[in-house]
C-alpha cells in the first residue's frame, strides 16, 4: 500500500502571499490531520478533516483553512503569508481517527521570504 | 500549557545498551499514546503505540511502558543500535473523543555511538 504523499516537497514564497499544499491519504483512510513544525514550537496540530468535514481546529489564525474531497484527499491554505509561517507542514492519515494510530507523509518545506 | 513533556532534549548510549526514553503528561484524559521516530526532513515514523488500558506493550526491540498513576510512559530500546540515532517523539491523544488530533511532546534526540 502506498504511503502518504505530500506535494510539493519543498516551496519558496514571499510575504503577503498565499499557498496551497496537498497532501494524499493512504488509501482507505479517511482521516487527515495536518500538522506544522518549526525549532520554536515543535509538532502542533493544525486541523483535522474526516468526511469532507473539519471535526476539530487548533490552536491557529483563520490565515490557515484547509478542505478534504471526497476521496478523502486534503488541501491545506495559508493566506497572507508570513515570515514565522516558515515550516515543515505534515501531514497525517488514519482509518477513522481517535484509537488509532496516524501515517504521517514526508512533509512540505516552505520558506516565507 | 504544554501538555505533552519530554524534558530530556537529548540522550546518548552506546551500541547494545538500552536507550530509556521518557514522556510526561498532564491531561489525565489522554487514553492513547504513540511515539514516533524522526529524521530530519521527513516526515515521523510510527513505532509503537498503548491504550491507556494497558501498562505495557512490546514490539521487537521497542517497548513502551505507561505508568497512569504518575502521568508518565517511557520508551526501551534494547539493544540500542546506531541506526536507532534520531528525534523521538512521543505523542498523546484524546481518542475516546474520536478526533484525529495528536499532541506531541518537543522530542529527544537520541545518539547511539558505535
Known amino acids: 500500500k502506498a504511503g502518504v504523499t505530500q506535494t510539493p516537497r519543498y516551496l519558496i514564497k514571499t510575504r503577503g502571499q498565499q499557498v496551497t499544499l496537498s497532501c494524499s491519504p493512504i488509501?482507505?483512510?479517511?482521516?487527515v490531520s495536518w500538522y506544522q513544525q518549526t525549532p520554536g514550537q515543535g509538532l502542533q496540530f493544525l486541523f483535522e478533516?474526516?468526511?469532507?468535514?473539519?471535526?476539530n481546529k487548533g490552536n491557529f489564525p483563520g490565515r490557515f483553512s484547509g478542505r478534504q474531497f471526497s476521496n478523502s484527499r486534503s488541501e491545506m491554505n495559508v493566506s497572507t503569508l508570513e515570515l514565522g509561517d516558515s515550516a515543515l507542514y505534515l501531514c497525517?492519515?488514519?482509518?477513522?481517527?481517535?484509537?488509532?494510530?496516524?501515517?504521517f507523509g514526508p512533509g512540505t518545506r516552505l520558506l516565507v521570504l | 500549557d504544554q501538555q505533552v513533556k519530554q524534558n530530556s532534549p537529548s540522550l546518548s548510549v552506546q551500541e547494545g545498551r538500552i536507550s530509556i526514553l521518557n514522556c510526561d503528561y498532564t491531561?489525565?484524559?489522554?487514553?492513547?499514546f504513540l511515539w514516533y521516530k524522526k529524521y530530519p526532513a521527513e516526515g515521523p515514523t510510527f513505532l509503537i503505540s498503548?491504550?491507556?488500558?494497558?501498562d505495557k506493550n512490546e514490539d521487537g526491540r521497542f517497548t513502551v511502558f505507561l505508568n497512569k498513576s504518575a502521568k508518565h510512559l517511557s520508551l526501551h530500546i534494547v539493544p540500542s543500535q546506531p541506526g536507532d540515532s534520531a528525534v523521538y517523539f512521543c505523542?498523546?491523544?484524546?481518542?475516546?473523543?474520536?478526533?484525529?488530533?495528536?499532541?506531541f511532546g518537543q522530542g529527544t534526540t537520541l545518539q547511539v555511538k558505535p
Open positions: 478533516y474526516f468526511s469532507e468535514t473539519q471535526r
Open positions: 488509501s482507505g483512510h479517511r482521516s
Open positions: 491531561n489525565s484524559m489522554f487514553d492513547y
Open positions: 497525517a492519515s488514519s482509518l477513522v481517527g481517535g484509537l488509532e494510530t496516524q501515517y
Open positions: 498503548i491504550s491507556s488500558i494497558k
Open positions: 505523542a498523546a491523544s484524546l481518542g475516546s473523543s474520536n478526533t484525529g488530533k495528536l499532541i
